[in-house]
């Protein structure tokens, strides 16, 4: 079980992560934007997290630095723009993964972020 | 009157031997005698008298004896007839009384002495007859000298009168010739005045000279530059102008002389010429400063008749100088004034000179020569002044004015700039340029229109990214709940259907995104043509809606290298052109083949068909046969362009005559 924050300012896509997440038995925290993700993260401290890149407040690599996740944490980084970002800019935003809107398997999503935060306690 | 020979105080006195003898006389009577006279003493013959014995002429007494009355009467006739004023003192030998009565009546015998005694009475009687007699002479000398006088000075007079009647005819006689002269000039201003070329004036001048039958017809002689002159001459009665090249180059016609004009004349004329007269022609007028003008005549005439000739042409000079400058100025006139309207008509644009009731007073295009119409019925073929025609505006402001105006289907720029024909004086005409537009005007809408789009892509773009997010939402959603439903639900059915057509617009979007975004990533791959077209149509479902389609693509994948954005961008024009040029109804085409090494498209559409006369025209860039906005002109020559970087062909099939049909050749990739 892991403790998963999502943050996106698209609610669709909160809900639907929250409950794709809590279907398979985690622990599920969303905030709406960049500003509220950071105190969400401060009070939650997740061990995956699930973040927009372009959001009002703060951008998820914004994010990101505000909040320093420790080296256990897993990131998936998901945005609807995806020409700038690749592997290695996403290693640079302190992410472990880009995922590129729309997706069309939700699915994916969860397993993948399990599979990260999984490789990185061992 | 002048003092005459004073009365001798002592007369002559002619005594003859006779008289001597009669008497008896000695010495002591002659020299008693001459204390009152001089004494001639005389002899002659008594039968022939003659009067030339006297010692002088003049008044003299003579005294004689006589012996018969007729020697008397002669000499008393020859003193009457010679005028010899001699007094006759005769002493009467063997005279009867009778006879000297006789004598005394007829011969003017002035006494008879008839005894000794009575000689000093009748000589002293005589010596006053005489002075007397000389005293009436010198009178009648002095009467005669002074009417000789007299007669002289008539003569002169009458001399006078005549002289002065003969000039007087012969100053009437040569004012009548120069009256004569003056008309003749003045009816030679007249006709030389009237001569509109240099022919007629050549013409005018060969006549005035006419009456020097030594005098050949005129030669003129032009130039304006060193290098050629042109000559005016006769030949015959034929006038003739020829261009003579000037071999005396160094030489400015000015200072040609004789024998260098000669030798031009003699060139042209090809005989040798005669003497030659030069009259050098000078102009006033600024125009004419560079032409150098002499008109020559060639003559033979004599000395005396060459005088006449430098008289009469005297007073033609400066007649004939002026008529020529007249002409060449006419012609230059004339010249500048038809290189003016040359020009004028040369420029392309229509240029109108019009006045306040719009009706034309000059036209540089002979379609609008029409006097009298008006500009908006000459050019623009309508009834009233166009829509945004400036004129008014410039008859009032009386500043240029300029506007845009449509006339059957074309744009004009109009300038309409005001005319004052007096120094700040009202507005009198106006010059109107039409310059057609059109084709800027398209362009203008052209560049525009490509504008509209690259924004409409790019705000496509950017909804797009905006509908993503709730789209993902809405079919990720759609997933997850449907897992937790049964399959046999209406809700499950339902909810298939919203996450089906979320799943449709993410397509959508995605396909718009790439077609929006050519350029951003211009790299080529290996693409699947019939992937591409599958992929492409739908995005032109709006347009096919109302058309059969038919998609024939090969059974297998056929790969060629090249832009996915670009090729797609091409296959969507021509099947949107297709679409277009069928409107409501016809049959779309697709079909996609592999010959040998290369891969096949055809869009083919059962439309109106390309006209002949704009067939090379279709590739050219913003050449649109569609309605203003529905068309860049730009799709098919950028679709050429791009088939033509990969090596590839675009072409449009001219034997297909049902319609329109565009082949696609690229090479093929394995």
């Known amino acids: 079980m892991m403790k998963v924050l999502i943050v996106d300012d698209e609610p669709l896509v909160r809900r639907s992560l929250e409950k794709v997440f809590q279907k398979h038995g985690h622990e599920v925290l969303t905030a709406q934007d960049g500003l509220m993700g ?25 994010l990101i630095a505000e909040v320093k996740p420790s080296s256990q944490t897993a990131i998936i980084l998901i945005s609807a723009y995806s020409g700038e970002y690749n592997l290695e800019s996403t290693k640079n935003l302190g992410a472990d993964l880009f995922i590129e809107k729309p997706f069309d398997d939700i699915q994916l999503i969860v397993s993948k972020l399990t599979e990260i935060w999984e490789s990185k306690k061992s | 009157m002048s003092e005459t020979t004073p009365f001798s105080l002592k007369p002559h006195l002619s005594v003859f031997d006779a008289v001597a003898d009669h008497w008896g006389w000695g010495e002591q009577q ?34 004689l004896t006589i012996k018969n009355t007729d020697f008397a009467l002669k000499l008393e006739f020859l003193n009457r007839h010679k005028n010899q004023q001699i007094t006759f003192v005769i002493i009467p030998d063997q005279l009867n009384s009778e006879q000297i009565s006789q004598l005394i009546n007829q011969a003017q015998i002035f006494s008879f002495i008839t005894h000794k005694d009575e000689l000093n009475e009748g000589l002293m009687q005589a010596k006053q007859d005489l002075l007397l007699k000389e005293s009436y002479f010198q009178k009648l000398k002095q009467v005669k000298k002074q009417n000789r006088q007299l007669e002289i000075l008539n003569q002169n007079l009458e001399n006078l009168v005549h002289e002065r009647t003969k000039k007087e005819f012969v ?13 003749s000039i003045l009816s030679f201003i007249k006709l030389i005045s009237f001569a509109g070329s240099i022919e007629d004036l050549m013409n005018e001048v060969r006549g005035e000279y006419k009456k020097f039958h030594a005098i050949m017809p005129p030669v003129l002689l032009l130039t304006a530059g060193q290098s050629e002159i042109k000559f005016f001459y006769f030949q015959g009665k034929q006038f003739t102008q020829k261009i003579h090249f000037n071999s005396h180059q160094q030489k400015d016609l000015r200072t040609l002389n004789e024998i260098d004009l000669r030798s031009h004349l003699s060139n042209i004329f090809g005989r040798p010429f005669g003497a ?201 959603l759609s997933a997850l709940l449907l897992e937790d439903l049964d399959k046999n639900s209406n809700t499950f ?67 060629v290298e090249c832009n996915p954005q670009l090729l797609q961008q091409v296959i969507f024009n021509l099947v949107n052109n297709a679409c277009q040029a069928m409107g409501e109804g016809g049959k779309l085409t697709v079909i996609t083949s592999e010959s040998g090494s290369s891969v096949q498209i055809i869009v083919r559409d059962t439309g109106s068909g390309i006209p002949d006369d704009i067939k090379s025209f279709i590739f050219d860039p913003f050449f649109t046969t569609k309605e203003e906005g529905k068309g860049t002109g730009l799709g098919l020559s950028m679709s050429k362009s791009v088939i033509e970087r990969y090596n590839g062909r675009l072409i449009l099939n001219e034997k297909y005559k049902e319609g329109t049909e565009f082949l696609i050749n690229l090479p093929a990739v394995k």
């Not at chain 2, 005389?42 to 006297?54: A, G, K, V």
């Not at chain 2, 100053?171 to 008309?183: F, I, N, R």
Request: charged fraction near 25%.
């Open chain 2, 171 to 183: 100053a009437s006689q040569e004012t009548e010739v120069s009256l004569k002269d003056m008309q």
């Open chain 2, 493 to 559: 059915k339902d909810l298939t259907e919203v996450k089906d057509a979320a799943a449709r617009c993410q397509r959508i979007i995605k396909d718009l995104l790439d077609f929006s975004s050519v350029g951003a990533d211009s790299k080529t791959k290996k693409i699947d043509i019939n992937e591409m077209v599958s992929k492409t149509l739908p995005l032109l479902k709006m347009a096919m809606r109302n058309l059969n389609s038919e998609l024939i693509l090969s059974e297998q994948p056929l790969w």
């Open chain 2, 30 to 63: 002659f020299s008693k005698l001459a204390e009152q006279f001089q004494i001639h003493q005389t002899r002659f013959s008594s039968h022939s008298p003659r009067l030339e014995i006297s010692p002088q002429p003049g008044p003299a007494i003579w005294l």
């Open chain 1, 38 to 62: 950071v105190d969400a993260w401060k009070s939650f401290k997740p061990d995956a997290a699930v973040i927009d890149i372009l959001m009002p407040g703060l951008t998820g690599p914004e």
């Open chain 2, 276 to 476: 030659i007269t030069i009259f050098d022609l000078e102009f006033q007028s600024r125009e004419l400063k560079p032409t150098t003008a002499k008109m020559i005549f060639e003559h033979s005439l004599s000395s005396q008749n060459k005088n006449d000739f430098y008289d009469y042409s005297q007073e033609r000079w400066p007649i004939i100088n002026r008529a020529v400058e007249n002409i060449l100025l006419k012609e230059s006139l004339q010249e500048s004034a038809k290189q003016w309207s040359k020009t004028f008509n040369q420029i392309k644009d229509p240029i109108l000179i019009l006045n306040e009731n719009y009706q034309m007073t000059l036209s540089n295009n002979e379609l609008h020569r029409n006097k009298k119409s008006t500009c908006f019925q000459a050019f623009a073929h309508g009834t009233a002044p166009c829509l945004g025609c400036p004129i008014k505006k410039t008859f009032e402001s009386g500043e240029p004015q300029f506007s845009d105006i449509h006339i059957e289907g074309r744009f004009y720029k109009v300038h309409s700039y005001p005319i004052r024909l007096a120094d700040g004086g009202d507005v009198t005409h106006v010059i109107n340029q039409y310059t057609d537009t059109t084709a800027s005007v398209n362009l203008r809408s052209r560049v525009i229109q490509s504008e509209k789009m690259a924004a409409v892509g790019l705000l496509a773009g950017n909804i797009a990214h905006e509908l993503n997010n709730p789209l993902t939402g809405i079919y990720s």
